[in-house]
């Protein structure tokens, strides 16, 4: 049912991007525009919102259905135009409405939205999930005069159905290929969102993360990532891993934009633009992989650490404790949680889907071969097993993991040595679909102690993007973003891929 929603859709696109008066060369640079330089033509009249919809519909055609058929995108709204053609009357009648009147996003698809399109979650289980409403942060993106062009792929179950799965794969949509080189992945589980956003099929998109599903892919595919601090975007709406972890959160190119992104996503007044930080003064704690781990990303790295040092900023090696502890609690944690929110998701879910427990999705992922084909369902086969969220180990474990991630791990980290906050590497490059392996990464103590992370390009390694990751206390994302803007300004950003079918895995250059 929904891979024909998706074809149906796949060929609106087409028969849009064929429509009348589309062949018109587009505003040069469009594909590669900020959110900021997309507003300042709209503002001056250069440009319209039906005109960058049609734009960004004729690349999903060409890129996303046909060759390289990149499957970063589900589904396109169908009333993407329209509602863009009643933003341009409105701003003709009244003014924008808010800071992204007319600006076309993709929203991730475990995220919630009016209208025709399903909430998959990559799932078969969950083609008949037509909520008909709008989560809080889409709604607040619409009331903000955002366009919703459409639905990301993402890895299934936001990578959370087995521990062999296949970044940026589900059943729904199949593989996201990563646009800087096809054949490797793109990471996942905010695949599609960040996939997107790099190949210039939307303005900006909107991601989740629980552990590293926002930084991992934005870093791989080249572009800005902000895992908020956990709280301050609601998340009634998403599809649910754990209410301890899960944040939605903005996939853009560049940190003004992301700043745009999150104060809408908040409520809150969006600032013109995210001031760069003045780095004079201002002390970073350097995080490093072990020696050898990561030997490509080494270089890159240095060369961040040298253009923040040339900016005024003060560098102090520091270490992490052990994440083994941490990560051997999140694990629990998870688990128990998944089982208790996903089973009160489906309860309420709408009549059209017809599996109304994690119990019923094991059985339905048992009898559909389409979703078992790559990997299995020990994740949520050991969720079944936990018992509850009233259970004295879940709630030992959750404590501990808080615990050693923030007060005894990064708030301890930043305290002892007068930081203003911490860079890492975000991962290592990309790497070829079924040859490589996670190449680890400063995710999980954010992540578990509910802190802020922001990830932006700072170099590449043979064609493959790496991210540089600001990670600070509870409450620090402006500051972060602040910081990130900063070091845009140092040196090249986002730099467009060219889709090559293949790149050579080796050192930086």
Request: one cysteine or more; a positive charge.
């Amino acid at each position: 049912m929904t891979r024909l929603l998706v074809m149906i859709l796949g060929v609106l696109a087409v028969a849009v991007a064929a429509a009348p008066g589309l062949a018109r060369a587009a505003p040069e640079g469009l594909e590669r525009a900020s959110i900021a330089q997309l507003r300042a033509r709209m503002a001056s009249g250069r440009l319209t919102s039906e005109a960058l919809v049609r734009f960004y519909l004729r690349r999903i055609a060409r890129l996303d259905r046909a060759a390289p058929a990149l499957h970063a995108v589900i589904a396109v709204n169908p009333d993407a135009i329209a509602e863009a053609r009643a933003l341009d009357a409105e701003r003709r009648r009244s003014g924008p409405r808010g800071p992204l009147h007319g600006i076309p996003i993709l929203i991730k698809d475990n995220i919630e939205t009016a209208g025709s399109l399903p909430t998959t979650a990559g799932s078969l289980a969950m083609t008949g999930n037509i909520p008909g409403r709008d989560a809080p942060i889409v709604a607040r993106l619409r009331a903000a005069g955002a366009v919703i062009l459409g639905k990301a792929n993402l890895s299934e179950w936001a990578n959370f159905r087995s521990t062999a799965s296949v970044s940026g794969w589900s059943a729904v949509g199949g593989l996201v290929k990563n646009p800087y080189a096809l054949d490797h992945t793109a990471c996942g589980s905010s695949a599609g969102s960040a996939a997107a956003v790099a190949a210039g099929l939307a303005a900006a998109a909107v991601g989740t993360e629980t552990d590293g599903s926002i930084v991992c892919p934005a870093s791989m595919n080249g572009v800005v990532g902000l895992k908020p601090t956990l709280g301050r975007l609601p998340t009634t709406g998403i599809v649910p891993i754990a209410h301890s972890q899960d944040a939605p959160g903005p996939i853009t190119r560049t940190a003004g934009d992301a700043a745009v992104m999150l104060a809408v996503m908040e409520g809150s007044p969006a600032p013109a633009a995210a001031a760069p930080a003045d780095l004079r003064g201002r002390r970073f704690g350097v995080l490093r992989f072990a020696p050898g781990r990561r030997p490509e990303t080494e270089p890159i790295y240095d060369a961040a650490l040298a253009r923040l040092t040339a900016a005024g900023a003060v560098l102090v090696e520091v270490k992490l404790p052990d994440g083994g502890a941490v990560s051997r609690a999140e694990a629990l944690v998870l688990a128990s949680e998944f089982k208790a929110e996903i089973n009160a998701y489906l309860a309420q879910a709408p009549a059209g889907v017809k599996t109304r427990s994690l119990a019923d999705l094991i059985a339905f992922n048992a009898a559909t071969p389409a979703e078992t084909v790559l990997f299995g369902q020990e994740i949520f086969l050991g969720a079944e097993r936990t018992k509850g969220l009233t259970d004295p180990v879940y709630l030992g474990a959750l404590a501990e993991s808080k615990r050693l991630a923030g007060p005894e791990g990064i708030d301890k980290l930043l305290a002892d040595n007068h930081l203003d906050a911490l860079v890492a590497p975000t991962a290592g490059p990309t790497w070829k679909v079924g040859q490589g392996k996670y190449p680890g990464s400063f995710s999980t103590f954010p992540a578990v102690a509910g802190y802020p992370h922001l990830t932006l390009p700072m170099g590449q390694a043979q064609g493959r993007p790496v991210g540089l990751s600001f990670i600070g206390a509870a409450g620090s994302d402006a500051a972060l973003l602040g910081f990130g803007a900063a070091f845009e300004a140092t040196g090249p950003g986002f730099v467009m891929p060219t889709f090559p079918a293949t790149v050579e895995d080796g050192p930086a250059r």
